[in-house]
């Protein structure tokens, strides 16, 4: 195992009706500035939960951030509370609501241009706002890390960021905040969740026993849990094993000691950029395909998968391997999202393009031995068509 430092400072609040615990976290006279997305939370009575628990403070809300938050907008956020002078945030949606909250909390105070948080990874950032969180659509893990991804719509850039100082201090996360998600969502979710678990997990061995066994346990559930969140959308029980899920596999949890992939991500990300697919959709399509052509470098890690989250023991190794990805896939379309790029009506001239938006944004040595060159990648979206 490589050596590692852990730290996670956020706060969870978990379980049926703990909104209202809110108060106890939000120091007393804040001016309190609540960030949302396209609506759903005045449709299904979150927003006014929050406000309810917000009684007493100063409340100032913006809405309208959008599914993979752009910069465009949040920049306008950042404004209202350099204006306003707001000194608390609180986030309440899904990932992108949370993603869009963390940009805003480090660029109200950034010197410089905003945008270079993303050119250079978060390196710049010296304080942020502080904020928390109510989640309403587990899939990203934004909740407890302190990472984020914005778009930049003019560039056509979706680039990622990280800082310690963009962890939420709090998040609620209350299940049932969760039946209202349209099925594409919670099929995103599920998607999106196992694909950070094994982009952690399917690399190489470094014989870290906990960090498997652990992330074994977490896609198990995932399997098992994921498709039932379609057929009986209200179970309790479903809802927040797979919130549990999302958070765990994406809080530095399972990634300590050991090493991390990435790459199906950075490709995701260029696909969602150019073409507007869903985040969970575009991993859908370009994770099967990234283990298949990958299948030597990462050949111990698929048998151990294979076996231990699949059960499959019998037959050669190649045969092992194989079913391992198929199945995956499977799982995959069994929740609803679509594998192939042509399904999202897409054909092959994604394919220069993608790769040209990776170069362009330095990801030419992807993956975990940083040898998911541009022509690998090429490859690997033949095999997405
Ligand atoms: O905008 P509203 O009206 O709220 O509707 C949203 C949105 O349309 C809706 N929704 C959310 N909760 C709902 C609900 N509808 C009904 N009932 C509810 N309870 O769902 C739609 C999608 O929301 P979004 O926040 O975009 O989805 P998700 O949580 O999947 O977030 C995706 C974003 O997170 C980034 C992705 O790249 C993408 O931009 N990621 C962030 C990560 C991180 N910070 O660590 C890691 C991930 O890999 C990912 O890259
Ligand atoms: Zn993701």
């Known amino acids: 195992m490589f ?26 006279g804040s001016k309190v500035l609540i960030t949302y997305g396209g609506g759903s939370i005045k449709k299904n009575g979150v927003f006014d939960e929050v406000k309810a628990a917000l009684e007493g403070y100063e409340v100032l809300e913006f809405g309208g951030i959008e599914p993979n938050p752009t910069y465009e907008t949040l920049m306008k956020c950042v404004e209202l509370v350099r204006a306003t002078k707001a000194d608390y945030l609180l986030a309440v949606g899904g990932g992108s609501v949370i993603d869009g909250t963390k940009f805003i909390a480090a660029a109200v105070y950034y010197e410089g241009e905003p945008w270079e948080i993303l ?3 978060g390196a710049g950032i010296a304080r942020a706002v502080p904020f928390g969180t109510v989640l309403t659509l587990p899939a990203t893990g934004s909740e ?17 960021f990280a800082s310690p100082f ?39 061995p470094v014989n870290a026993k906990v960090q ?18 379609l057929q009986t959308p209200e179970d309790y029980d479903v809802r927040s094993n797979l919130m549990w899920c999302a958070t765990l596999g994406l809080n ?20 969602t950029a150019l073409y507007g697919l869903d985040h969970g959709q575009t991993l859908a399509v370009v994770f099967p395909p990234m283990l298949k052509v990958r299948k030597e470098e990462k050949r111990e890690k698929l048998l ?34 679509k594998t192939r790029l042509c399904e999202y009506g897409i054909n092959d001239d994604c394919i220069p393009l993608v790769v040209e938006q990776l170069e362009k944004h330095g990801m030419i040595k992807l993956g975990e031995r940083r040898d998911v060159t541009p022509d690998k990648v090429r490859n690997i979206l033949e095999l997405c068509l």
């Open 144 to 160: 407890m890390n302190n990472g984020a991804v914005i778009t930049r719509k003019s560039l056509k850039a979706k680039l990622p």
């Open 252 to 271: 530095g949890l399972i990634s300590v000691g050991v090493p991390q992939d990435w790459a199906t991500h950075m490709v995701g990300h260029e696909i």
């Open 212 to 229: 498997d066994r652990f992330a074994e346990g977490l896609l198990m559930t995932l399997i098992e849990e994921g498709p039932k969140a």
């Open 3 to 28: 050596n590692f430092k852990y730290q996670n400072p956020t706060k969870i609040i978990f379980g049926k009706g703990c909104i209202e615990s809110i108060r106890k976290e939000i120091p007393p």
């Open 119 to 121: 050119e250079k990874f």
């Open 166 to 204: 963009v962890f939420p201090k709090f998040s609620v996360l209350d299940p049932t905040k969760t039946y209202t998600l349209p099925p594409r969502q919670i099929g995103n979710g599920i998607v999106d969740t196992f694909v950070h678990i094994m982009e952690q997990y399917l690399t190489f």
């Open 304 to 337: 151990q998968y294979a076996e231990r989250v699949w059960g499959l023991k019998d037959g050669d190794e190649e045969t092992r391997i194989d079913q391992a990805i198929e199945k995956t896939r499977e799982l995959f379309e069994s929740v609803h999202v």
